[in-house]
């Protein structure tokens, strides 16, 4: 099938979509997303929002990549649409995203970029507290430097323990902890080798960017930032080779990084899961999920201090 065979496929979804609207409601705040591909229900955000008098504007993240900007989201009564650029995704055209009101939930259709259509269904992003002045429990080795026991691999396996290192020496699987948690602090150890590039999320949703990335510009989607979403305020990485820490504080949606011993990103709120999320069951706890597939990563030291109230 052509693009333009696809193009007019999705222009007409578009039109028997918007010929049954109702009234209008609010859109506007984070969503979070469930896409029916094929049977599994894939995580996915979306933030909605004004900007100037009447126009709606946002940001999407798919299943996997990072948050993206939404120039305009066009609506009509309740139903909604808008397109986003592909990223990571195939080559064809513009996946679009259309949508409307049911009761408390959105649901829709997402039309990605090989013309395939999926259904999606999102309810808001729930509100997590903040307890300012927490109970912390008892330091946690997450690692034993031996084996394995308390991970698990998400694929096939290309982990090993070396030396007291936790070691992905190739692209392979991602790996989690068998144990998930909620607020907590975690010390963790890593090095890389020149150009590669891996990620450790908490609660498995929220990316913190773990790359070569020395001398540049501080961003988003590179050492230190929440993928997609937070930049730090400097870059502190290493060179490639060295071992490096971070310190992360995570408490509800509000996260600390102290990286190599200056805090770069401080008590900064996490909108919502980045691109390669597990879930986006943003109330539940989570594991700490580290990437493999991407690049070659070590890690060791890697110590979770849990709230306990």
């Known amino acids: 099938m052509n693009t333009k065979v696809l193009v ?10 918007f010929c049954q609207a109702q009234d209008t409601k609010s859109l506007e705040g984070a969503w979070n997303l469930l896409i029916n591909e094929d049977g599994k229900e894939e995580p996915s955000w979306l933030e909605i929002k004004h900007s100037g008098n009447s126009t709606l504007v946002g940001k999407f993240c798919y299943k996997f990549g990072s948050a993206r900007p939404v120039a305009e989201v066009k609506v009509i009564e309740n139903k909604f649409s808008f397109a986003i ?47 300012e002045n927490p109970k912390w429990g ?6 034993n430097g031996k084996d394995l026991k308390g991970w698990t ?3 096939e396996n ?3 323990v070396e030396n007291g290192i936790l070691k992905s020496p190739k692209s392979g699987a991602n790996i989690r902890t068998d144990a998930t948690f909620k607020d907590f602090k975690l010390h963790v150890e890593f090095r890389y080798p020149k150009g590669s590039n891996s990620g450790i999320y908490l609660r498995g949703r929220y990316e913190v960017q ?9 961003s988003s989607i590179l050492f230190g930032g929440i993928y997609g979403h937070l930049t730090p305020n400097e870059m502190v990485a290493r060179p490639a080779g060295e071992w490096q820490e971070y310190d992360i504080t995570l408490i509800g949606r509000r996260v600390t990084i102290v990286a190599n011993g200056k805090t770069i ?16 069951d943003e109330t539940a706890p989570g594991p700490l999920l580290i990437q493999g597939d991407h690049g070659p990563v070590e890690l060791r030291n890697i110590v979770i201090t849990p709230v306990v109230n």
């Not at 007019?8 to 979509?17: D, E, G, K, R, W």
């Not at 773990?210 to 501080?218: C, F, T």
């Open 8 to 17: 007019a496929m999705a222009t007409l979804l578009l039109s028997t979509f």
């Open 85 to 131: 650029p592909a990223q990571w995704e195939p080559k064809g055209f513009d996946m679009q995203i259309l949508g409307e009101q049911d009761g408390e939930r959105l649901k829709g259709v997402l039309v990605y970029t090989d013309g395939k259509v999926y259904n999606w269904v999102a309810t808001r992003a729930p509100k997590l507290g903040y307890n």
């Open 138 to 143: 008892k330091a946690q080795k997450l690692f």
């Open 153 to 155: 691999a998400l694929g």
């Open 158 to 160: 290309q982990w090993v």
């Open 210 to 218: 773990v790359a070569d990335n020395a001398g540049l510009e501080p």
């Open 265 to 280: 990103i401080n008590d900064q709120i996490i909108p919502g899961m980045t691109g390669g999320a597990l879930d986006n």
